[in-house]
């Protein structure tokens, strides 16, 4: 069946610039995560849903950051007045619940704040 | 502080030897580890996994060793291919969501 698939696979943005970031998880798993690569680094945890519960934001690295999930399935990241600090690879997981801990990646989207 | 340490940067080994990645961590809370393989440009793939109440779990040519003691894991490949060139992270399963926990990853190169 088709994996999680991410979109845009690259953006480039200017400093001050909102950008959107969008997730579609595996069909059937309820629980989504996002998470971030900066260069050299492991993936950072950023944000949480699961099912109709509120989202876990305990990760996400300032207010600039919000994300929401519509339906249960589709997701999109939002980062508002983009700084340089923020460029990284940003990728979402999905995960089978309840039961499995196994988290299956996207690809990622890399963001480059110019 | 890092929860998950790999502390080799990068690993290098002759096609048909063993690989052994090392990954140490510091809570003893946590209850399930996964290791996962990156190649560039692709997001990370899920490998092997194994639960705290057991030592060692192996798939084929991957063998994931646990020491609760040392708060210690190992993903041993054997033999190694050149197509197991990639970055491997350690990932821990501690966050109250479930969300998992990673290091930084090492660089395995598997040379012809």
């Known amino acids: 069946g088709a994996g999680v698939s991410q979109s845009p696979s690259n953006k480039v943005t200017e400093k001050g610039k909102d950008v959107e970031l969008r997730c579609d998880p595996i069909?059937?798993?309820?629980?989504l995560y996002w998470y971030r690569q900066s260069l050299g680094q492991g993936l950072e945890f950023l944000i949480y849903?699961?099912?109709?519960?509120?989202?876990?934001k305990s990760g996400l690295p300032s207010d600039r950051f919000s994300a929401e999930r519509t339906g249960g399935s589709v997701s999109t990241l939002t980062i508002q007045r983009t700084q340089q600090e923020d460029s990284a690879v940003y990728l979402c997981?999905?995960?089978?619940?309840?039961?499995?801990?196994?988290?299956?990646f996207g690809p990622g989207t890399r963001l480059t704040v110019t | 502080d890092q929860q998950v340490k790999q502390n080799s940067p990068s690993l290098s080994v002759q096609e048909g030897r063993i690989s052994i990645l090392n990954c140490d961590y510091t809570?003893?809370?946590?209850?399930?580890f996964l290791w996962y393989k990156k190649y560039p440009a692709e997001g990370p793939t899920f490998l092997i996994s194994?639960?705290?109440?057991?030592d060692k779990n192996e798939d084929g040519r991957f063998t994931v060793f646990l020491n609760k003691s040392a708060k210690h894991l190992s993903l041993h490949i054997v033999p190694s291919q050149p197509g197991d060139s990639a970055v491997y992270f350690c990932?821990?399963?501690?966050?109250?969501?479930?969300?998992?926990?990673f290091g930084k990853g090492t660089k395995l190169s598997v040379k012809p």
């Open positions: 997981a999905s995960r089978r619940l309840p039961g499995a801990y196994e988290q299956y």
């Open positions: 069909s059937g798993h309820t629980a």
């Open positions: 849903f699961q099912g109709n519960s509120a989202p876990d």
């Open positions: 809570n003893s809370m946590f209850d399930y």
């Open positions: 194994i639960s705290s109440i057991k």
């Open positions: 990932a821990a399963n501690g966050g109250s969501q479930g969300n998992l926990i």
